[in-house]
């Protein structure tokens, strides 16, 4: 089993994971698949390259597993004392084990260290079990974004909460 220097988690009889700053190019394929395999409008390299090009306000935290260096992730801004969350995903076979609850507080502590109070962050109106996973963590719906998403077109839930 490789030793990962980041936080390792096991939840009930799941395999190991650990959750770890992005690093290089490799964590980036990672992170690319996992988008493709989660979203019908993925960023795309070129997205992901602009914006670690300003590595204090752009932040991204993977989860690996000993078979698979890249399963989740979540990509993140620090804007003085909030933190707007761009995108969050798990690999879908991995989902429904608390992984992606264990990343976003991890999300939520590196936060409060680089001194952020707030998150927020949108999600599709359509998207339940994303709004489950965000309700349970302490997020409220305070605004509705009109026909943000496209592939297909719906309105964003704005939703904050405190960190």
């Known amino acids: 089993m490789q030793n990962w220097p980041g936080t390792r988690v096991q939840l009930n009889n799941t395999q190991p994971y650990w ?3 992005l690093d290089g190019d490799e964590d980036l394929d ?10 019908t409008n993925p960023w795309t390299r070129e997205m ?3 914006e670690l090009q300003n590595r204090s306000v752009c932040h991204i935290l993977v989860v690996r597993t000993p078979e698979r260096p890249v399963v989740g ?4 801004w620090l804007v003085v004392d909030e933190i707007h969350i761009n995108n969050v995903a798990i690999l879908p076979d991995l989902r429904g ?3 992606g609850t264990t990343l976003m507080n991890r999300v939520f502590d590196e936060a409060t260290r680089l001194g952020a109070r707030r998150a927020t962050l949108e999600v599709r109106a359509s998207n339940e079990g994303a709004r489950r996973l965000y309700e349970r963590l302490g997020f409220y719906v305070a605004g509705t974004r009109r026909h943000y998403y496209t592939n297909p077109v719906e309105d964003a839930l704005v939703l904050w909460r405190d960190c």
Request: aromatic content about 26%; glycine content about 8%.
């Open 19 to 21: 959750i770890d700053h």
């Open 30 to 39: 990672g992170v690319l698949f996992v988008e493709s395999e989660s979203f």
């Open 48 to 50: 992901y390259a602009w």
């Open 73 to 76: 992730f979540c990509a993140f």
């Open 97 to 99: 084990q608390g992984i």
